[in-house]
């Protein structure tokens, strides 16, 4: 029974530095997170991961020194493993892009689905216009998530030239694509 009395204590002692350091970073963390990833679900479980992990390290009595940095570290392992799982293989599937911003939710009704369908239509066949230089640079910097000096190395074509192709894209989509982003504002 005395035995059980020091454990008891080193596990309330446990539990309080893991309240202690949950209040102390969880603000900061989840700030951190959300500028990395615009998915309200995938942060918080992110989130939700980083703080099990600390859970788990404390009960498996592995040292964690400085709480906030490990915390930070983890979260940008979550981060990058989101990432590496999402990143899209083909622009067919536009409904991986990161336009949620200003693209309706799907499930605000079904005016806001059809209106999301035809913005989705409309924005495929704006790439499929685009010359394919343009189009092939724009989806793999700005859909994939790819660097641009990745890219170079790849395709053999220099980081500058890939920039002003990007650059064209882009002026084109804005053009393009301006219509009907008023039309969807209205």
Same mark, same amino acid.
């Given at each position: 029974m005395e035995e059980a009395l020091p454990l008891e204590r080193l596990n309330a002692e446990q539990d309080r530095r893991l309240s202690e350091a949950f209040e102390r970073e969880k603000r900061r963390l989840r700030n951190f997170i959300?500028?990395?990833v615009p998915d309200d679900i995938d942060a918080e479980d992110i989130l939700q991961d980083v703080f099990s992990e600390l859970v788990e390290a404390y009960?498996?009595?592995?040292?964690?020194?400085? /709480?906030?940095?490990? #915390?930070?570290q983890v979260a940008r392992n979550r981060i990058t493993d989101l990432f590496r799982k999402r990143k899209p293989? /083909?622009?067919d599937n #536009?409904?991986?892009l990161?336009?949620?911003e200003w693209l309706p939710s799907s499930e605000a009704g079904p005016e806001a689905v059809f209106a999301r369908s035809v913005l989705l239509d409309e924005i495929d066949a704006a790439l499929s216009e685009l010359p394919k230089a343009q189009r092939d640079v724009f989806i793999a910097h700005q859909i994939e998530g790819r660097a641009f000096k990745n890219l170079a190395e790849e395709t053999g074509v220099s980081v500058s030239t890939l920039?002003?192709?990007?650059?064209?894209?882009v002026l084109y989509l804005r053009r393009r694509l301006r219509n009907v982003y008023d039309e969807w504002e209205k």
């Open positions: 959300r500028q990395r009960r498996l009595m592995k040292p964690v020194a400085h /709480a906030g940095a490990w #915390l930070f293989s /083909a622009v #536009l409904d991986d990161r336009l949620e920039l002003s192709r990007k650059h064209y894209a």
